[in-house]
């Protein structure tokens, strides 16, 4: 029987860093969320994530599509219930990099879930790590760090919170935590 393995915390932590590596394991995968965001520089359709229009998200959640859904910053993500139901019958553990409002849905359905909380070592490196990606407008920056101090009071929340101040340390304490080492 596969496990259900979530890693949140706040935009800048190193979520999607971190789960890139974790998914090198053989016996790991990453679930591929649907958003309706506009793709990034360098993110790939079906890849990085799925890319829909606000209409046919709202189609996918009136047909039940979704094991959970969120709003983040004035768009839409999700996770798929079908690729879910599907790694967790194949045995893998399945990475669901999410935030903490989709956390706790998953969490309600498949108690199971090993839930991990990845934190930045302060708010300045949080800051920091943010501005360097240069991905986002100004307001898109504010929006997140102020989103970013509502996430953390969620980390009690969590099975896990791992501080990620150095990027191999943080890595192998989750491999040790899904005994994957």
Sequence with gaps: MGKIVIISGPSGSGKTTVCKILKQHSNVEQSISVTTRSPRKNEKDGESYHFVSNARFKEMIKNGEFAEFAEYCGYYYGTLLSALEDAIKRG????????VQGAMQIKEKFPDAIMIFLLPPNRLTLSQRLISRNTDTEQDLANRLKIAEKELEYKDKYDYCVVNDDLDVTVNTIRK???LL
């Design 92 to 99: 893998i553990f399945y990475i669901l990099e999410i935030d």
């Design 177 to 179: 935590i899904l005994n």
